[in-house]
T-cell receptor, first 112, second 115 residues
Framework: DAKTTQPPSMDCAEGRAANLPCNHS???????VYWYRQIHSQGPQYIIH???NNETNEMASLIITEDRKSSTLILPHATLRDTAVYYC?????????????FGKGTKLTVNP | DTGVSQDPRHKITKRGQNVTFRCDPI?????LYWYRQTLGQGPEFLTY????????KSRLLSDRFSAERPKGSFSTLEIQRTEQGDSAMYLC?????????????FGDGTRLSIL
């Protein structure tokens, strides 16, 4: 089972910031938080990942709470092309399974 | 394009036939993964290779499924005696395994339809 909880759907206006929450209350010390998105009929696209510090790249920012039990993916200026299913995944970095366990994700719809 | 490449993109076959899919990972990625995705669900892990060694297999990988990565580069996934329930998108991903938390990068999958 997935170790994360996400809202099933969210809406955002084009040009506004999209803030996608994720709860991972059972995360352990060596587990990273990964975000992927999937546009219909394509494979999942890697967005960003982090351990405990906030991270930013050209696609998004990842804010992880100090207790690491939740995180937020921020798309600063959402466009129509950001409409997709967004997956938050927790995975360890040392030993254990290499697999990514996907939940149902959040369906983000960006409206014009 | 230097991403993960999968072939074919679509495969339609009759129940009982054998099918084989190919995955070419990103160059220099030594880890390769197979996932399966059915309609409305997230991808589910099938198996994982580090170089040519198959190190992890899911219980989803029945004895009709076999995956190989003979030279540590491309990989093939074969399904024998296909069944209706095998209809799904089969996704391949690769990662650079030298640093364990490096992300997996996915291809666009092979969509299998069983008639």
């Amino acid at each position: 089972d997935a170790k994360t909880t996400q809202p099933p759907s969210m809406d955002c206006a084009e040009g506004r910031a999209a803030n996608l929450p994720c709860n991972h209350s059972t995360i352990s010390g060596n587990e990273y938080v990964y975000w992927y998105r999937q546009i219909h009929s394509q494979g999942p696209q890697y967005i960003i990942h982090g351990l405990k510090n906030n991270e930013t790249n050209e696609m998004a920012s990842l804010i992880i709470t100090e207790d690491r039990k939740s995180s937020t993916l921020i798309l600063p200026h959402a466009t129509l092309r950001d409409t997709a299913v967004y997956y938050c995944i927790v995975r360890g970095s040392q030993g254990g399974s290499e697999k990514l366990v996907f939940g149902k994700g959040t369906k983000l719809t960006v409206n014009p | 394009d230097t991403g993960v490449s999968q072939d074919p993109r679509h495969k339609i076959t009759k129940r009982g036939q054998n099918v084989t899919f190919r995955c070419d990972p990103i160059s220099e990625h030594n880890r390769l993964y197979w996932y399966r995705q059915t309609l409305g669900q997230g991808p589910e892990f099938l198996t994982y290779f580090q170089n040519e060694a198959q190190l992890e297999k899911s219980r989803l990988l029945s004895d009709r499924f076999s995956a190989e990565r003979p030279k540590g580069s491309f990989s093939t996934l074969e399904i024998q005696r296909t069944e209706q329930g095998d209809s799904a998108m089969y996704l391949c991903a690769s990662s650079l395994g030298r640093v364990s938390h490096q992300p997996q990068h996915f291809g666009d999958g092979t969509r299998l339809s069983i008639l």
